[in-house]
């Protein structure tokens, strides 16, 4: 019997070929979503999970809370939380200290620069990552060892065990040799830290020992004894911060001004990734917020439920072919629960058929869904039993919502009314209609969200900036060290060095101006007169930086390399340093920087976006120090042919700079990279709109069958009785547009409210204008016109004697 059955059903689905497609396609696209989500979501609850002692490691956070209530939250610490609290916290077993830094290598001839991270010689003891050669005791235990990773091991020794091999590692103005005592192997995709090179943190202290609690720069982790509780070691840490804190916090307080109160808390290494509280800093991998999460599987499951609900109206609709089968199965003998088992049948080889081929899409859309979640998922990666079985229960559970209700509503035919070919299909479709509205009705609200996201994403990316970053060139002129950066200086261009780089870049005509800063946007704090302390953004530059950079004054004058005062005792501000002192006359005010020394104001920049345009812009103060470095180097090179000024700009620096790697890149792709994470969601928007747009056409679609041939006979006399083709479709058509024109009623402004909502993230940002949601409804409108045309033409041109002669 089940033979016949299979037999049966495989004959049904290859004589209504069309029918069968559509059904595995609006399926198979379902399972796909929701296979690609569970790969997703399985990955990141799974991260840091490989530690054998992951439930008793915990990141050290700290709340820095200012007089007013204000918290600033830190994943850093500085270096002397670890060791105090191990000291004096009997719960805590040990501790380990890392910060992401980068080196320049020397290998052979060329210099590369390689991320690496420091680290104290617990590292191992404390994270279980797998070794391919060395001892993980002593991995970190010497000042001059370093371990790699077996992908950068490879990169510079052709083969993973390098153990005992030398690298030169600049760690100031020099190259030293550093013995590679152990090699890991690739850092798992599911994992916060990532590890290219490590190299022990004792290096880092030889040359910057920094004894102070109140600095933030690296992230200490500790392991609790089995049992211990989070929350009464966080009460020691606030007794031990208040006794050997107490004469820095007395004499910062004095000289800076230091009133905020530190408190330091715990944080389990396995919720840090899906935790935006604290910032991942560098060196950690970045944290994922949860309700990405939650928007993909929502959507997952919509589509899947929508595929059903397609299933469901396809098969209903297409039912009336199959009534005189129903009705002679019945008339010989055949039971109901016969007839379900039999629907149930063909139910589940549509479904394993649709499962088999999202399989297939899963594979094809693995790249793509990588690129735009940010992710290197893969079958292998995440292939286990509890995997495999979410995938039976999915298949499963499809199965049985996409056949049940179809198979209970066909077996129940009255069989002398099927024989007599006077079946029809009860009820006024409310459910089938309600359906329709809500898939449209999500559709039309995804599609808005798509081109108010591509409006806002195109407004950032195309915003006049305050200043010309066409055709310039940004050249990073560290030594990768960055303790050398930030400490010593020794890593960065000194002033003449930068003078002889300018010199000879200007004597290619295709080089416009260089300029340069000392890397990066720092926070400071200034003084007024009136005693208020405003937090600025700091930059020191030289006298062709506003120049280059095409930034306007606004009064005043720009810095002088002639003029000595300039470099001791001047600065430049820009209008929103001017509005947070309040000052209508900034020309000739005096603010007081390092440690109250004052500085005199000689100019006032206009505002100009030096950060996203997702950051409103800051006060900002410049400087020009040639006490202090420049780490990069920006070059203005003529339109027409950059290939011969990259060859002159390469050339130039490796014989000015030799044992520093040359990269490059263009401000322009430098702003463009800030919106990364706008143009994924732009991205991932744009796809669920245009398969929920899918979806729910083939939904429509359904409907407008089941329609069509529950009004054949209507259709007949309407014909018999003069009606055109032309009305009869319309007629058909107009039911359908009303539906959709009521999804539209109920997702156009749910649109607008939430999109308004979302856009108030942004300082700088879009109107949500009348056209966009024009545009939409057109849009939607449209394609439900096309998609219901077919059936409607189709309907209105068929023969009424065929709908007529049983009557």
Known sequence: MLKNYLKTALRNLSRNLFFSIVNILGLSAGLACCMLIILYNRDEVSYDGFHQNKDNIYRVTADIVSPGGEINKSSSTGMMPGPAFEESVPEIEKFVRIQGTSFNIKHGNDVFEQEALYADSSFFSVFSFPLVAGDRAT?????HNVVLSEEVAEKYFGRKNAVGETLELNTGERFEPFVVSAVTKRTPQNS??????LVPLQLNQSSWNNHQWVNFFLKTFVVLRPGADPRVVEEKFADVFRTKAADELREIGKKRGFKSNVKFGLQPLTRMHLSTDYPPGRGLADASSPVYAYILTGIALFILVIACINFVNLTIAHSLRRAKEIGVRKVIGGLRGQLVLQFLGESFILSFIAFLLSILLVQMALPLFNTLANKALSFTYLLDAKLIAGYIALFLLTGLLAGFYPALVLSGFNPVQTLYGRIGLSGKGRLSKGL????FALAAFLITATVIVYEQFNYMTNYDLGYNDKNVVVLSLDNGDLMSKFQRAGGQAKTDQLGAFRNELLKDPSIENVTADQGDNREGTAIINTGEKITFAFMNVDENFLRLLQIPLEKGRNFSGTT???TVQSVIINQAFARAAGWREPLGRQVSLDMNKKYTVIGIIKDYHYASLAEKIMPQLFLMNPANAFGTAYIKIKPGN???????????????????????DFKEAQNAAQYEKEARWKQIITCSGVLTIFISCIGLFGLAMLTARKQAREIGIRKVLGASVLTIAWKLSADFLKLVILSLAIALPCAWWTMHRWLQNYPYRIGISWWMLGTVAIFVLLIAWLTVSYQSTRAALANPVKSLRME
Do not use: C, G, W
């Open 564 to 566: 000595a005062a300039d």
């Open 436 to 439: 329709v509205v809500t898939q």
């Open 139 to 143: 991995a970190l235990r010497d000042i």
């Open 192 to 197: 916060s830290i990532k590890i290219k090179m």
């Open 642 to 664: 950059p290939a011969l000024a990259l060859a002159h700009i390469e050339n130039t620096f490796k014989n000015i700079f030799p044992n520093r790697p040359y990269q490059f």
